[in-house]
Structure formats: C-alpha cells, structure tokens
C-alpha cells in the first residue's frame, strides 16, 4: 500500500471516527491478498470513503464518467484509485479495466444496486457484477453500511452527524455453472443478512 494512500487512509479514518461513531464488524472475512470485487450497498455519497477507511486493503472504484470532467474533484478521484464508467451503456472500456484490475489483485468497490437508495433501503442487485466476477476469476465480499442515508441522504448538501456502521460478509466463490440472475438474488439476500449484525455483536 503507497504511502500517499496510508496517509489519507489515516487521517480520514480519524476524522469519520471521531464525526461519525464509525464501527467496524467482519474485517477478518476479508482477504489479505489476491483481488476481490467488494459488493455493498449504497445509501450517500460518503459510502465509497467509508469503505475505503474500514480496511487495511487499497480500494478501486468506479465513478461515473462526468465527475471526471469537474476541475480538480476528477483528479482527486483519479488519485484514489477511481476510473471512469459510463453509466448508462455497456461500457467495455470501464469493463477491461475492472477486469485488468482485479486480474492484478486488487480490490474494486461495485455498489450493485446501481445508484444511491431513496430511502435507505436496500434495492434490486443488477446483474453485472457477477458478469465481471465470473470473467476475472474473483470472489465478491458482500458488505453492508449502516447509517450513511441519515448523515448525507440524496439531495442533502450538508451532513448531519450519525452513528455509522460497516459490515463485511463472508467472501462468495463463483462457478461456471452459477447463473447471474441467481447471483444476484444470492448477493442481495448476503448483504441482507448483514442487517442487525451490529445489534448482535453488543
């Protein structure tokens, strides 16, 4: 991990810490090495940075293409490790290099549901994260945030400070024979599961 990445990582993980209560559960289903897509839900626009501070891992993401074309903010993200998708087509160039990056052992954030919930609650898992597990070869990490829509919801420019939990389920491996549709119900009913388990763990 560079240096550049630990130094942010850091301090960010501070910084959310202290604002936002963060609490952390699962981080030994995560793998030390060897790439892996990390599935999760997505409520705010926070969630990516969430993610990023709640394991040791380097994280990749994807991010729509126009937030690249915002002065500054596109080379902000460009230095976190995010890379251009279009969000409303087959995009084979995002799709190779997610390929290319997992190939090479890294981890890429995928929010399944495709957009950021309206009211918090978890939506329908589009089929293409298991598209692009299958063809790299890697498992996907379900994982959960709790309390990202109650601190930054759509719409909402300012935050308001709230308890945040982050859960990360057990890794899931896919076979060739598994069918996308039924990965996806399967993905959905992962991150699901992780509901409460912040509760439980008290």
């Keep these: 991990m560079s240096l550049w990445w630990r130094a942010i990582q850091s301090t960010v993980h501070v910084i959310v810490s202290i604002l936002l209560q963060l609490r952390v559960y699962g981080r030994e289903n995560i793998p030390a090495k060897g790439g892996f897509i990390?599935?999760?839900?997505?409520?705010?626009?926070?969630?990516?940075?969430?993610?990023?501070?709640?394991m040791d891992r380097k994280i990749h993401f994807m991010a729509r293409s126009s937030l690249f074309r915002i002065p500054l903010f596109g080379v902000l993200i460009t230095s976190l490790?995010?890379?251009?998708?279009?969000r409303n087509a087959a995009d084979m160039r995002g799709i190779r290099?997610?390929?290319?990056?997992?190939?090479?052992?890294?981890?890429?954030v995928m929010f399944p549901e495709g957009t950021r919930s309206k009211d918090g609650s978890i939506g329908n898992m589009k089929a293409g994260i298991a598209m692009i597990a299958?063809?790299?070869?890697?498992?996907?990490?379900p994982a959960l945030i709790e309390g990202s829509y109650r601190v930054l919801p759509r719409g909402k420019l300012i935050p308001t400070m709230s308890k945040i939990n982050v859960v990360f389920g057990k890794p899931k491996y896919l076979t060739m024979t598994d069918e996308?549709?039924?990965?996806?119900?399967?993905?959905?009913?992962?991150?699901?599961?992780?509901?409460?388990?912040?509760?439980?763990?008290?």
């Design 180 to 202: 996308h549709s039924n990965i996806s119900a399967s993905l959905y009913s992962a991150i699901s599961s992780l509901q409460g388990i912040s509760k439980r763990k008290v």
């Design 97 to 108: 290099e997610a390929l290319k990056r997992l190939q090479d052992g890294e981890v890429i």
């Design 81 to 86: 490790n995010a890379f251009p998708i279009e």
């Design 38 to 54: 990390l599935a999760s839900n997505h409520q705010s626009y926070l969630d990516p940075v969430l993610l990023g501070v709640s």
């Design 134 to 141: 299958g063809k790299a070869g890697v498992p996907i990490v």
